[in-house]
């Protein structure tokens, strides 16, 4: 091997060390705590009630939100008003995916979201969730009207 041959080789594993070192690490969540929850709330701005240990109310646009931890799981639930036909909520189901639409044992119109921390997640992962979850709200709102 001649010279320029190890020059190119040397100039080559440091371009890839200095892409190396540009990766960037974040931290993996396994378990949904209240700490995580609050500071996640607080991060996106959201304002939260607490209602119980590992239970909270928060407003997503114009919809009240319950929020629980559940086996360090984390579960988005809010209700709407109105009567839909159980096909009119079997086609929701049908369409939308992400969250899941039924009525509850009271007879009202339910949207929840589970997410599992179950392999691990990432702050930016919940945020998505969340957004999600609020972007789902006004869709189920317009579906159902």
Same mark, same amino acid.
């Given at each position: 091997? *001649?010279?320029?041959?190890?020059? @190119?080789?040397? +100039? #080559?594993?440091?371009?890839?060390?200095?892409?190396?070192?540009?990766?960037?690490?974040?931290?993996?969540? @396994?378990?949904?705590?209240?700490?995580?929850?609050?500071?996640?709330?607080?991060?996106?701005?959201?304002?939260?009630?607490?209602?119980?240990? %590992?239970?909270?109310? +928060?407003? #997503?646009?114009?919809?009240?939100?319950?929020?629980?931890?559940?086996?360090?799981?984390?579960?988005?639930?809010?209700? &709407?008003?109105?009567?839909?036909?159980? *096909?009119?909520?079997?086609?929701?189901?049908?369409?939308?995916?992400?969250?899941?639409?039924?009525?509850?044992?009271?007879?009202?119109?339910?949207?929840?979201?589970?997410?599992? &921390?179950?392999?691990? +997640?990432?702050?930016?992962? +919940?945020?998505?969730?969340? %957004? @999600? &979850?609020?972007?789902?709200?006004?869709?189920?709102?317009? &579906?159902?009207?």
């Amino acid at each position: 091997m *001649n010279k320029y041959s190890i020059l @190119t080789l040397i +100039i #080559l594993f440091s371009q890839i060390g200095l892409i190396a070192q540009q990766v960037q690490t974040k931290e993996v969540y @396994t378990y949904a705590n209240s700490t995580l929850i609050e500071d996640i709330m607080t991060a996106k701005d959201i304002e939260f009630e607490a209602l119980q240990y %590992n239970q909270y109310k +928060i407003k #997503l646009g114009r919809y009240n939100v319950s929020v629980s931890v559940d086996e360090g799981d984390l579960l988005l639930r809010a209700y &709407f008003s109105g009567e839909p036909t159980l *096909n009119r909520i079997n086609d929701f189901n049908t369409q939308y995916r992400w969250a899941r639409v039924y009525l509850d044992k009271d007879g009202d119109l339910t949207i929840a979201s589970e997410l599992s &921390f179950t392999g691990g +997640i990432t702050k930016d992962g +919940i945020h998505t969730f969340i %957004n @999600t &979850f609020k972007a789902l709200l006004e869709t189920l709102s317009e &579906f159902m009207d």
